[in-house]
Nanobody
Framework: QVQLVETGGGLVQSGGSVRLSCAAS????????MGWYRQVPGKGRELVAR???????DYADFVKGRFTISRDNAKTMLWLQMTSLEPDDTAVYYC??????????WGHGTQVTVSS
């Protein structure tokens, strides 16, 4: 299986930047795609960005070019560089991985709070 641990969250002012990291361990050769999701209390978890086995990146519309997702070739690390943060970006951000066979794994999340 795969274990995911997110770091890098915290408090940032509007317009600031945060870089989230996700450390992956386990059966890494089975990972097909990885991504970042976020969730606000009372709302469902939504996709922020994902990157597949061909290194194709996909972003939610609300990103508007502000974020960049990346990973290393061994799939041991996943990053989300977020710039021009807004209060609406406040959420718990989760690392996500899909392995061959469609099994999904989630990290426990890291809180990002953007103040006005």
């Amino acid at each position: 299986q795969v274990q995911l641990v997110e770091t890098g969250g915290g408090l940032v002012q509007s317009g600031g930047s945060v870089r989230l990291s996700c450390a992956a361990s386990g059966r890494l050769f089975q990972v097909y795609s990885m991504g970042w999701y976020r969730q606000v209390p009372g709302k469902g978890r939504e996709l922020v960005a994902r990157i597949d086995s061909g290194s194709r990146a996909d972003y939610a519309d609300f990103v508007k070019g502000r974020f960049t997702i990346s990973r290393d070739n061994a799939k041991t690390m996943l990053w989300l560089q977020m710039t021009s943060l807004e209060p609406d970006d406040t959420a718990v951000y989760y690392c996500h991985a899909v392995v061959y066979g469609a099994t999904e794994y989630w990290g426990h999340g890291t809180q990002v709070t953007v103040s006005s």
